[in-house]
């Protein structure tokens, strides 16, 4: 079995030794302690209260699922399903309880119910199916993903207000998120240290045919092992969407990337064996902290990416040297006064890490003084065309106005989102511009940054439940109405199409589908033959629409939620494409512009996101300023066909 210490290797004595036994023994500590003293001394917003419990929440979600998936990697499995588990469960109980009346409590069961299923439908099948966990929970993650859509039918279910409570703070300080993250990590290491399904996990990741042997019921011990890992899962999803105060069917998704990220940086082999709760937890700990001081310092969203990939081969680098070090696994718990030993390592840890960050903080003694003029904008993805000429727009007026704007990528995550959001109320910029994910998951970060009095521009969508400073924004049902009329006009009222919709769950995707068919109704002669989502992507929208042609190939016409997605229609409809059939789009990035001018793509449905990102900039300043701003600014759509592109500019 395994545990959390070291042998003495042979000539490694005195000082030089004992430091050199330290810091492998703790090696996932020191990177944490050498974080926190790296971003206390680089920025000056992080060493601060709403900062570091701003963190503390931020790593909760991911903890609870890398607690569950502790289990697991100690067993020498894999679970690659926690993320869409959470999900789904998230859903069931936020359907349940709202959908269909059932109690609250009742509801909160079902959802860890169906993570407890899920959790046993993935060891049934590794341990009497004979499935790879690698396969198995792949397939999980698949299947719990597509019931969540179903079951939400693609949208944004409201979180009952009496579970919605778990996303608050206690005493009007203590997050409720880091509260529930303590007790799963006590509950982790209480099973793990001193329960027999516990030392089964350690005994199988050691040598699951010595288990056998030895009488120990592996098969059993690996459905019990995987429902665990559903328990944590569900409770992780119930939290994230407290935070959201919606159940979103598209949340955590990636997310079982980081758990397991989380569990390998803390100490545990994938080889299985090794692993423990408080080492998960710090390393749940390093993921937030970088993010969140890389979100304070201005790093780009996609070298964040590259900085924490960094760190994960770092980590299972050091797990290496550290077992050709000397590293031998011994019965967990058995080493005595160990855990006296860990405890005393800790808080040397802790004195140590406050002393220097406490020197560091007078490094930044009154550098905040021009925080009125910084400002934060949060983008829903920056991996598409149209955000990045709002960011484009943004960033012209902002260098133009003499402001120091941080934009940050949310990368389509609702959670992300909120924790860049809570980065920024919490470094106190002077005003905060958002483009939603979600406009309901927007709320409780918006309400932050309100209370904290920074005003909030909401651009291109606007932000539920919540008050905002204005809304800068076109009019995105307008816009699909204006895109179902340009189609049905160029194909003479009558006629086959199809639609491509957005990504499912999002805003933008739900009003332009409900632009698309208000202004269909004036046409009966056009007939709607399939509509599909591809997420506003134009490899997917190549490939499903290269699909759909296959069972409609008479089609006339296609109306794309985005131009990147009517981009790809237009691939795969070859020669068609401008001829035969028409193609409309929606937003005239450069590329769909391009493609008007050539005459492949019909028209988009033009929003001049450059505009919209200098008018949220301007009405920012002026809320800052403490003029009246408009409510609601509206930037018109135009349609841009062939005959007016090229007096169009975004």
Avoid: C
């Amino acid at each position: 079995m395994a545990t959390d210490t070291l042998k003495r290797t042979p000539g490694a004595g005195g000082a030089t030794g004992g430091l050199r036994r330290l810091l492998l023994e703790n090696g996932a500590l020191t990177a944490l302690i050498v974080l926190v003293i790296a971003m206390s001394a680089l920025s000056g917003d992080f060493l601060t209260t709403d900062n570091l419990l701003n963190v503390g929440v931020q790593a909760a979600v991911t903890a609870v699922l890398a607690f569950g998936v502790t289990f697991v990697i100690v067993s020498a499995g894999i679970d690659l399903s926690v993320g869409s588990v959470a999900a789904l469960s998230s859903t069931v109980l936020a359907w349940t309880a709202t959908s269909h009346g059932v109690p609250v409590f009742i509801a909160v069961l079902l959802a860890v119910a169906t993570g407890i299923a899920a959790g046993l439908v993935n060891g049934f099948l590794i341990a009497y199916g004979k499935l790879p966990p690698f396969i198995a929970t792949l397939a999980m993650l698949s299947v719990a993903r597509g019931l969540s859509l179903v079951i939400s039918e693609g949208s944004p279910i409201p979180f009952p207000d009496s579970v919605s409570h778990l996303g608050d703070t206690l005493g009007g300080w203590l997050p409720v998120p880091v509260l529930v993250m303590i007790v799963m990590g006590l509950i982790a290491a209480f099973v793990l240290g001193r329960t027999y399904i516990g030392r089964s996990m350690y005994a199988i990741g050691g040598n699951e045919e010595a288990a056998r042997l030895s009488g120990l019921r592996v098969k059993k011990q690996k459905l019990a092992i995987y429902a665990l890992s559903g328990v944590f899962a569900a409770v992780a999803g119930v939290v994230l969407a407290s935070r959201l105060s919606s159940a979103q069917p598209q949340a955590a998704d990636g997310y079982e990337l980081d758990a397991i990220a989380a569990v390998v940086i803390g100490g545990a082999s994938l080889a299985g064996g090794t692993g423990k709760a408080s080492g998960t937890l710090i390393g749940a700990l390093i993921l937030a902290v970088l993010r969140n001081g890389l979100n304070l310092l201005n790093v780009s969203a996609f070298w964040q990416q590259v900085v924490i990939g960094v760190v994960i081969a770092l980590a299972v680098l050091f797990d290496t040297l550290r077992r050709k070090a000397g590293a031998t696994p011994s019965a967990a718990g058995a080493s005595p006064g160990g855990k006296g030993k860990q405890a005393g390592t800790y808080a040397l840890a802790a004195v140590v890490t406050v002393a220097i960050v406490g020197a560091t903080s007078f490094l930044h003694n009154g550098s905040s003084a021009s925080a009125d003029r910084k400002m934060g904008l949060s983008l829903s993805t920056l991996n598409n065309p149209f955000f990045v000429q709002i960011r484009a727009g943004a960033m012209a007026e902002a260098k133009k106005q003499g402001v120091d704007l941080t934009v940050t990528d949310a990368q389509n995550d609702a959670s992300q989102q909120a924790n860049q959001l809570q980065n920024f109320t919490s470094s106190g910029v002077g005003a905060i511009i958002v483009n939603p994910v979600d406009s309901d998951a927007a709320s409780n970060s918006v309400k932050a940054a309100d209370k904290a009095d920074i005003p909030v521009i909401a651009v291109d969508r606007g932000v539920n439940n919540a008050k905002t400073a204005a809304l800068v924004a076109s009019d995105n049902v307008a816009g699909g109405e204006l895109a179902a009329k340009s189609i049905a006009e160029k194909l003479g009222g009558k006629g086959k199409i199809v639609i491509l919709q957005g990504q499912a769950g999002t805003s933008a995707a739900r009003e332009r589908a409900q632009g698309f068919e208000n202004g269909l109704k004036a046409f009966p002669g056009i007939q709607v033959v399939a509509q599909q989502p591809a997420d506003f992507d134009r490899t997917k929208g190549l490939d499903v629409m290269s699909n759909l042609l296959q069972a409609h190939p008479d089609v006339r016409g296609v109306i794309a939620a985005n131009d990147e997605m009517a981009l790809g229609a237009i691939k795969a409809l070859g020669s068609k494409a401008g001829k035969s059939v028409s193609v409309v789009g929606f937003d005239g990035t450069p590329d769909g512009l391009k493609a008007v001018e050539g005459g492949s793509l019909y028209a988009s449905v033009a929003q001049q996101p450059t505009q919209l990102g200098r008018i949220a900039v301007d009405n920012a300043l002026k809320a800052l300023d403490g003029e009246k701003v408009r409510q609601t600014v509206k930037v018109p759509v135009k349609v841009v066909t062939k005959e007016n592109v090229a007096g169009f500019s975004g």
